[in-house]
């Protein structure tokens, strides 16, 4: 893969990537910051924020006028927020990159923030609070991060934020957030696809140029310690009973992040993993039943997620912890970790095949990282890893004290029993 990174008089970090042979471009602009940067007042204010500046520019007054020239461009644009990074981007054919350029800077340079249209949108966010308080598999994260990080950091709380914010933050907030929060040190802007580099680098000069630099702001890091066990239960009249159980696992600079990778596929990535046959394949326990991790600056996390009948769930809770342990007692087979690098490294590769992703790939890699990483690399990374790196590192996370299972259903009164069965 080829690229340029460039690093403009500011701070801001460019990367382009052409691609000759591509069908579409993607303009990315990710800032490193997210709901792990706000106070519990400005909890909600960083995914606010990312709605509101698809409101109107000075160029552009009104959301209409951006959504019109993105339809006359053929394209499509959207925008993400994490706890930890935000982005906007524009996907659209190679001849309108540089329109599209000017459109995605526009707006994350020059909004508005018109108060009209913050008024109006509150509606919309208590709404999108809302459908994921309907979703319970969803929900479950949230709830599983309240448990694992505690409310009173940011790490705890939800990227939406609670109601009560959304309906209490006035004009000033978001401008004032912005002002600390974005800033060109922590700001990265990705072009993907079918382009002139030159041409395209000499626009981001000009449009960012003048990007003010600032302080870049700083986060409260996670100390946390566990003891015991915990369990969290949301009480809710579901049809089936939502859980994650997981544990404490590496931060984002932690060397062995790829056997955390390697260890998390094996339990529960794709249709032969452990989780799967055990608790699908043979017993038809659930639907969906999976791994996943997430890794933040210093911290991050392990866990299982799965939804079952109401009266499976503690079975299901005993067979998840049962096939942590035996990640702790026994070495992956030859056969079955050269599955696991090829499942994880196969997944690298295929999903980067557009250049949204691909700009999301190479965006979040130089703003969280600090920089590049191919897809290549990253493949070579997992490749690296030895059955006993990943059995080593299962020994260090699956400890009674670091477990933590949330559930959604209707189970008041089983904390105690629950609590019982988390044993590895």
Do not use: W
Not at 37 to 61: A, C, I, P, V, Y
Not at 96 to 109: S, V, Y
Not at 144 to 167: A, Q, V, W, Y
Not at 172 to 192: L, Q
Request: aromatic share 8%.
């Amino acid at each position: 893969m080829k690229y340029e990174k460039h690093t403009l008089r500011n701070g801001a970090r460019v990367i382009l990537a052409p691609s000759p042979e591509a069908l579409s471009t993607t303009v990315m602009v990710m800032t490193a910051v997210g709901s792990r940067f706000e106070s519990r007042r400005e909890n909600g204010l960083s995914h606010f924020l990312e709605h509101m500046l698809f409101k109107g520019t000075e160029k552009r007054s009104r959301a209409e006028d951006i959504n019109r020239e993105l339809d006359a461009m053929g394209g499509h644009a959207n925008a993400f927020t994490g706890k930890d990074r935000t982005a906007y981007y524009a996907r659209v054919k190679p001849e309108h990159t540089e329109k599209a350029l000017d459109l995605i800077g526009d707006i994350f340079l020059h909004s508005t923030l018109p108060a009209r249209e913050i008024n109006k949108e509150r509606g919309a966010i208590v709404q999108e609070i809302n459908m994921y308080r309907d979703t319970p598999a969803r929900m479950v994260d949230e709830v599983f991060e309240s448990l694992l990080f505690g409310r009173d950091h940011p790490l705890g709380r939800t990227i939406l934020g609670p109601e009560k914010n959304i309906l209490s933050f006035r004009r000033r907030d978001f401008f004032a957030y912005f002002g600390r929060c974005y800033v060109p040190a922590n700001t990265v802007i990705t072009v993907c696809g079918r382009f002139s580099p030159r041409k395209i680098l000499a626009k981001v000069r000009s449009d960012f140029g003048a990007f003010a630099a600032a302080p870049t702001p700083e986060f409260m890091p996670f100390r946390g310690t566990f003891t015991a066990p915990a369990v969290a239960i949301k009480r809710k009249k579901t049809d089936q009973t939502h859980l994650m159980l997981g544990v404490p696992a590496l931060g984002r600079d932690d060397a062995r992040r790829p056997a955390l990778a390697v260890l998390s596929a094996a339990l529960g990535g794709g249709m032969s993993s452990r989780l799967f046959g055990e608790i699908r394949e043979k017993r038809g326990l659930a639907y969906y039943v999976f791994s996943h991790r997430e890794t933040f600056a210093e911290t991050g996390y392990l866990a299982a997620a799965a939804g079952v009948s109401h009266q499976n769930l503690e079975k299901t809770v005993s067979l998840i912890c049962r096939e942590f342990r035996k990640m702790k007692k026994s070495l992956l087979s030859s056969a079955e970790l050269r599955k696991v690098k090829e499942y994880l490294s196969g997944g690298i590769l295929l999903g980067l095949e557009t250049s949204d992703r691909l700009a999301e790939f190479l965006s979040t890699t130089e703003a969280l990282e600090g920089k590049i990483v191919s897809p290549q690399e990253r493949a070579a990374e997992i490749a690296a890893v030895g059955a006993a790196e990943v059995r080593e590192l299962a020994e260090e996370i699956f400890r009674g004290e670091n477990l933590r299972l949330a559930l959604i259903g209707p189970h008041g009164g089983k904390k105690e029993k629950l609590l019982s069965l988390l044993k590895v």
